[in-house]
Every structure is written in C-alpha cells, then in structure tokens.
C-alpha cells in the first residue's frame, strides 16, 4: 500500500508538529490555539521575513545611538555640573528605571491588545517627547531636569523593546530566531559606536567643559527624525504576529521539543532568564558607565583619549556581536552562550588586578564578549513560551531595570575605593548571569536543540514546511493517490504519537 519513502515522510511531518495532519484536518482537538487571531505569521519565510525586519532594525540603530549617548553624557555632566560619579549614576537610574515601569504596565499592555505595529508608534512619539524636553533641561543646567528626560526617552525606549525584540524573534522561521535577533542587534551596537564617536568629533567639539548648549541640539535633531520614523511606520505594513500564531507554532515543533502548553507561573525557564538578565543588564550598564573613568584611572591618560579607548570597546563590542551572529549558523546559541559568558568572568577579574594600558585591554574584551549576551538570553528565555510570548517578552524587557541599581553602586564604590575595585559590583552580576547558561546546557537541551531542527518557515519542493492548510491538502491529495483513506492515516498517526 505504502510507497518506498511515504511512510517515512508522512512520520517526518507528524514529528514536525502537533497537531498532527489528520488531526488538523478533522480539527478534533487543539490544545492552546484557536483559529480565532491566526495570521499565518507562524509559518513566514526568510523571503518574507526580509522587508518587516530591516524596518524593524532601524529601531534597533535609534536606541543604541541614544545608549551610546548616554555613557558620553555620564562624564559631561560630572564636570559641567560638577557632580559625583554616584550622582552621575543617577542618570542611568532615571533611564533604566523606565523600563521597569513601561514593560509591566503600558508597553506590555498595549502591545497585547494592540499589536507591535502601534507599539513601534507610540514608542516612537514617547521617546520624541523625551528628546524634546532635553532643550528646557540644557537651558536651565538642571540635572534632575535631564534625569526627567532620559527617563521619558528611557520610557519610548523601553516601549519600542516591548515590542522590537519579540518581533524580530518571532518574525521568521523558528530556526533562526537567535541569528535574526544578534543581527540587528549588532546594528544597534553600531549605532553605540558611532555615538560617542560623533558626540566627541561633531556634537560636544570646540565647546567649553562646562557648556551643555549643543546638547539641546543634539536632542532636537533626534526627535525630528524619531517623529520622522513613527510616521514611516504608520503607513507602512507590518505583518502581525499574534499569541495565537506563537501557540501555533509552539504546537507545531511539538515533536522536537517535546512543548507542552503550560500556565505562566510554570514557565521556569522564563523566570531565570529574567534574573538572569536583570544582573546581566546592570553589570554591563556598570562597566559602559564607568569606563571612561576607569581608563582615565587605570592609565593615567586625558579624557579625551579616554573616550577614544571606550570608542574602540564599543566597536570590539559591535564586532563581537556580528561574530556572534555568524557563529550561531553553525553553533548552538546554548553552547555559544556559555563560551561568551565564561570569558566575561575571566576578563572583568582581570580587569581588577591589571593596571595601565592592560587593564583598558582587558575591559575592552569584556566589551567584546558581552555582545550577544542579552540577544541570547532573550531569545532562549522566550522559546517555547506559545501564548505567553508577549507577556513573557515584556518581563524580560522589564527586566533591563538592572541598569538603575549597578552603575550606581559601582560608582559609589569608585568614589571609595577606586574605578578598579568598583568592577566588583560588575563581576557579581555577571556571576548570576552565568548560572543561567549552565542551567540551559544541563536542563533544557532538547527543548532548545528541536527548536533549531524545524523546518517552519523553509521552502522545499512541495511547499511550506509548517504551513497548516497546504500541509493538510498535501497529505490528503498524496494518500488519497494511494488508496488511504482518512482511517488509515489517523491509526498511523497514533503509532507515531
């Protein structure tokens, strides 16, 4: 009855998913997901994925030159305004302090019920009325003025992650979530580069220590192109991914991961990994902050070239990231993960005994390795999250806060004890954060490896692999050709089950 490769190739199918062709075509059972919301999102092609993606990067490019930005503004006003560097790290507070707020609340909230395409929106205008309250700020010289405004850019930025990071995970084939993601995130590190690079050469050149008047340009040029930006997207068209696409495709990976649809309070993975990059958020905001600092301590050198050692970490750090991209190609973002974290360890303790031109060298490396940290880590964390994709998304995303509390315990310990004992404070995040890719290697193998196997989302000659309806009309057209009827291939379908 069987043809030589059928039965094989109809195994392979219901291996590739749940439910099951038959299942799928008798619609008996579906455990998380209704047809109510589907996009077919699920199912996008890498052709498909392109334009939606390249847009989607440009956001990534926005707030990693406003990041950069922000370790530039760090020194600026220490001396302008003639500030501590605990104070100064107050500044980090005021911006990542946003993102514990927007995530949990509106941001997360809007972008459940209203999708990412108006979460790019809002986010957008949020972060443009930031910018813009930056001239009163420069005007008047009032630091609790620029803290209220890095915490309004820090709030359109957080909204603009709710939403950017989930879609550029989810917005393609499953096999290449964390490659997407490291991608534009690399382009985001490229725009932290060129940042203090243009705030040293354009922006802050030729003016007085203490003269903040180009920052209130510098902002207003910002906000132009954000409101720019938000009117691009909206007209342009965004395809929408919603949690029932995820469950969706969740269920169709099934029989590699061995997913099963579970509450959010069980979702442990989940949980770890918002820990995990709570830590990992501060320790890495606790190093940018201080950097210029440190190497000004470590080797006795002027500001200026100071900023130009942080310059060429940060392009380390760019570099690392698309390294990182390439290397998940052909390397388990799992083992990837591990290998970047062991030498942040290495790195940032040697940071701590080394002096001089080494001891910048050192820190530079653990610009290097921290790239892909925080794309990983996200990725990892929401795989196999099915319906609970968005929410768990805008924990993680929540979970940036870190950056409020580490920069300014680093810089109280600098003002005690030194720049090169207030990296410390960094190792110990990064310690909690390397419990997290152990945990991954030892517990969630399989589920991560499958995720990697499927083929949702890749063309082969027939169709779409992953594809619900075209798969059910070639399944039925191939068996009914031989003479199988619907009986017969539900009894097949059990055996594989």
Partial sequence: MWGKNEEPALTEVLEQRRPSAVEAISNQRRRSVSNRG????SALTVKQSI???????LLFFLWGFAYGLLDVLNAKFQTALDIT????????????GAYFIGPLTYSGWIVRKFGYRWTFITGLCIYGVGALMFWPSAVYRSFGGFCGSLFIVGSGLSTLETSANPFIATCGPPRLSEFRLELSQSIQAVGSVMAPLLASRVFFSHTEPNDLSKVQWTYLGIAAFVFLLAVVFFFSPIPEVTDADMALQAEQCSG?????????????KLMFGVAAQFCYVGAQVGVAANFINYARESAGISAAAASDRYAIGQGLFAIGRFAAAGLMLFVKPRIVLMVFMTAIMVFIAAAIGVKGEGGVAMLSLV???????FPTIFTLSIRGLGRHTKRGSSWIVASVSGGALFPSLTGLLADQKGYHISMAVPLAGFFVSFAYPIYLNLFCRRELDGFRETNIGYVDSDGIVGDLEREERRASLRYEEKGVHA???????????
């Fill in 38 to 41: 589907l996009t077919g999102a």
């Fill in 51 to 57: 334009f939606p993606i390249a847009l989607v990067t």
């Fill in 85 to 96: 560097a605990a104070k100064a790290g107050g500044l980090q507070g005021a911006y990542f």
């Fill in 256 to 268: 590699l991961t061995g997913y099963v649809d579970k509450p959010m309070r069980k979702q442990y």
């Fill in 367 to 373: 610009l290097f390795f921290e790239s892909c940290i």
């Fill in 487 to 497: 009986a017969d291939m539900t009894q097949l379908g059990s055996k594989v089950e």
